[in-house]
């Protein structure tokens, strides 16, 4: 692998870390669509500029209850061994009654992230319910 491939994989790499779960919100086939592109860990200038156009593309896409429920229920995936029986009931309660583009939901996520000391959650691009 020459050397500014190696460079692009490690920004591909940083911004995926950031950007998964933001993917996740707008669209399924586009986060299996990145996954595919980044298998094998072989990156190239070309790839690299179909996943920031994928990216900017989702820019105009507004997520839906479905894509929500599936990317905060990975995001629970995170603290439902360790979350206390209330902060359980919360989370079910959350997802189960709450309008799920509202922030309420996702403001309890990032407090968890926080409480538990979930670095890449901390890192990761929120504003999941919203652009």
Request: no cysteine; net charge positive; glycine share 2%.
């Amino acid at each position: 692998m020459e050397q500014t491939d190696k460079q692009l994989l490690k920004e591909f790499q940083t911004s995926w870390a950031k950007h998964k779960y933001w993917v996740m919100s707008r669209s399924q086939q586009a986060y299996n669509d990145i996954r595919l592109l980044a298998k094998g860990n072989q990156w190239t200038q070309e790839k690299h500029t179909q996943y920031t156009n994928t990216l900017s593309e989702l820019e105009d896409y507004q997520p839906t209850d479905k894509t929500l429920r599936v990317t905060y229920q990975h995001i629970w995936g995170y603290f439902k061994k360790i979350a206390t029986v209330e902060e359980k009931n919360r989370y079910k309660d959350l997802i189960e009654t709450t309008p799920l583009k509202s922030k309420e939901l996702e403001n309890f996520l990032k407090e968890l992230s926080q409480k538990y000391h979930q670095t890449y959650l901390l890192n990761i691009k929120w504003g999941l319910s919203s652009n």
